[in-house]
């Protein structure tokens, strides 16, 4: 009896700390990022069907990545200055061992919320415009959308300014569109569609660069 009731206790615990990191994750201007990704894959889907080009899993793929990174945006950037703001900062940093194991859940819960979102919008895409296997796309978005969801987190705790760290991953942003020629056909971009092979690339040496 006084197990089931530990188990009851522990399950409940759990899942109002699991709210209350919601909140504070998607607090404010989240709602806005959620609805600019959405419009923005609502703008581009239209967009292609208007001009009648043809639509594939790579296509897919590049539509779906630009409204995977304004999901990611927002709380990794954001997140420290918004503990700041409310004084949560220096309560985390007054428990030993804890202030690491509250953003490490923070991170988690946001990544897999994101991977929710890219669900239902591959789904979406999927029922719209062309078939894809929708989990096989989300998981391939996720490649790039962790990559820089944990970049902008890691200079969010170093710059702990929201606006600073935005702006300094808008600069890596337009760094890496300017390099993109470059890296195109190398491991080493971060924007590489697996689904869409380059033009007079060899299949083979394309598999092992995926």
């Not at 001009?51 to 990794?76: E, H, K, Q, R, S």
């Not at 391939?140 to 705790?157: D, N, R, V, W």
């Not at 702006?167 to 942003?173: A, E, N, Y």
Request: hydrophobic fraction near 60%.
């Amino acid at each position: 009896m006084s197990k089931n009731l530990d188990i009851k206790n522990r399950l409940f615990i759990l899942i109002k700390m699991l709210r209350y990191n919601l909140k504070i994750i998607f607090a404010n201007k989240f709602f806005w990022f959620l609805l600019a990704s959405f419009g923005f894959f609502i703008f581009l889907s239209i967009q292609f069907v208007i001009d009648g080009d043809t639509i594939t899993v790579g296509t897919v793929y590049g539509m779906l990545l630009f409204p995977g990174i304004l999901l990611i945006f927002y709380p990794t950037v954001f997140g420290i200055q918004n503990d700041d703001d409310s004084r949560m900062l220096e309560i985390l940093f007054g428990i030993p061992n804890y202030r690491y194991k509250v953003w490490l859940v923070r991170i988690l819960m946001i990544f897999i919320l994101v991977f929710v979102i890219l669900l239902v919008y591959g789904w979406l895409a999927s029922i719209l415009m062309v078939k894809i296997n929708v989990l096989t796309m989300a998981y391939q978005l996720m490649y790039p959308i962790t990559f820089l969801g944990a970049l902008s987190f890691m200079f969010s705790t170093l710059i702990k300014n929201g606006n600073g760290t935005a702006v300094v991953m808008v600069l890596i942003g337009v760094a890496l569109l300017i390099l993109i020629d470059a890296l195109e056909r190398t491991q080493w971009n971060i924007f590489l569609n697996p689904f869409e092979i380059p033009r007079n690339f060899n299949q083979v040496i394309w598999e092992g660069v995926i």
